[in-house]
């Protein structure tokens, strides 16, 4: 019987669902994709983003163009709550869309509640998008107006914001200072050598790095410290960690302890079983992943061919997280930070590497002409 399929996100775990979305439709299906934008950036190469050394168009996915020259429907509004009961799901514009079945790929946000931030100088490094608001906000200033930004968050998104920031600052001139703060120690759970080359390379940049100090607050332009120092900074990035989407929780549905949609190893929801998701929205019951991009692609196959068996009525196959995964941050120079397990090593061989890895994503799922794209952001 034809089923009503949502995608809810065009994120990386969906990609090659979408890809596949004329099959669905030929086998009768009708699908839906529900986006906030017609676009998905890729995550790995946002820092790039900022610092320039990529544009827009090399680093996002038209998911709109890919779902609808597919036979799919494309509607631009976000999820606000799910109804399991009426099969409905709730956009942000009022609008019902009902389903028969419905995949959730979200991702996840940067949690804004401890720091309850004031005014449009504060960037929490997700969606990607505010890195390329940010990079504008820096660009387009006044002549003359130099910046002093401050990094908040101690992990590799934020060294690699501070790192990409002291790529902008060479290129435009414009940041006068770049100072991080982090509550514990930088890249506390990577081996001690790639904190010394992180430092480094954060030391060449000029960026002045405050370990071990927590920030308790952020308003009026002042990044507020647990020890009572205030740093001042025209720009504030915030890269304190990530948690999945709010939705689940708020629509009453099974999730993990910090959200997630709660998910088997099918990659269904343990509660109603016409729900599926992959990436940062969702959580594994029993082995919870890392929130790495990395988790989001390699659930791409099981997610699609799961998502198929489903509205067959066939079996559906166990998604394998599979082993370790490699690691190389961009640090802002054309070098990149390695690590893999215990090993690290950083230079311009394992930038080229990223780029190599990044470039062969982009590469696989751009198939909706976005390199040829004029319009910029
Ligand atoms: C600066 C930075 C660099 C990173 N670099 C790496 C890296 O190099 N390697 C790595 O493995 N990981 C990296 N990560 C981690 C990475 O962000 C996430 O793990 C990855 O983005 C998860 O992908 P996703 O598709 O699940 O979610 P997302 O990338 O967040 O995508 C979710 C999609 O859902 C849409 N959406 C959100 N809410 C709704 C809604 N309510 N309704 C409809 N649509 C919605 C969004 O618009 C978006 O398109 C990085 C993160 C940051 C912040």
């Known amino acids: 019987m034809p089923k009503h399929l949502v995608f809810v996100g065009g994120g990386h775990a969906h990609l090659t669902a979408l890809m596949n979305l004329r099959d669905t439709v030929r086998a009768g299906h ?12 890729y995550s790995g190469m946002g820092p790039g983003l900022l610092s320039g050394i990529y544009r827009p168009a090399e680093a996002r ?3 709109k163009k890919m779902a609808q020259d597919r036979g799919a429907t494309f509607i631009e509004d ?3 709550l799910v109804d399991p009961v009426r099969r409905a799901l709730v956009l942000g514009s009022g609008v019902e869309v009902r389903y028969d079945a419905v995949s959730f790929n979200t991702g996840s946000e940067v949690p804004l509640d401890l720091l309850h931030p004031s005014g449009d100088d504060v960037f929490p490094v997700k969606p990607i998008e505010n890195l390329l608001a940010a990079r504008r906000r820096i660009r387009e200033a006044d002549a003359g107006k130099r910046f002093r930004v401050i990094v908040v968050g101690g992990g590799s998104a934020a060294v690699e914001i501070a790192a990409n920031l002291g790529h902008l600052g060479m290129e435009t001139g414009r940041i006068e200072g770049i ?3 982090s509550r514990s120690t930088v890249l506390g759970d990577f081996p001690e050598e790639a904190r010394a080359q992180a430092r480094g390379a954060l030391a060449r940049w000029g960026v002045e790095t405050i370990e071990g100090v927590a920030a308790e607050s952020i308003a ?9 120092a205030d740093l001042e900074g025209d720009m504030v990035f915030v890269a304190t960690g990530i948690r999945p989407s709010p939705l689940f ?16 190893e099918y990659l269904q929801c343990i509660g109603p079983p016409e729900l599926f998701g992959g990436g940062d929205c969702v959580s594994l019951a029993g082995s919870p992943l890392a929130r790495v ?8 196959r099981p997610l699609h061919r799961n998502l198929s068996a489903f509205l067959e009525g066939r079996p559906l196959q166990r998604f394998d997280p599979g082993g370790d995964f490699l690691l190389i941050l961009n640090l802002g120079d054309r070098k990149g930070l390695f690590r893999r397990k215990e090993i690290v090593w950083s230079g311009r061989l394992a930038f080229r590497l990223k780029e190599y890895l990044d470039r062969r994503f982009m590469r696989k799922f751009q198939v909706s002409g976005e390199l040829r794209e004029s319009r910029e952001e």
């Not at 009708?30 to 950036?41: D, E, K």
């Not at 991009?293 to 791409?300: D, F, K, L, P």
């Open 30 to 41: 009708r699908a839906t994709l529900i986006g906030p934008s017609p676009y998905h950036y």
């Open 61 to 63: 996915f038209h998911v």
């Open 78 to 80: 976000r999820v606000v």
């Open 179 to 181: 100072t991080l703060v």
């Open 220 to 228: 009026d332009r002042r990044v507020r410290l647990e020890n009572g």
């Open 249 to 264: 929780r708020k629509s009453g549905l099974p999730t993990g302890a910090d959200g997630g949609l709660l998910v088997n």
């Open 293 to 300: 991009g990395v988790y989001a692609v390699r659930q791409n």
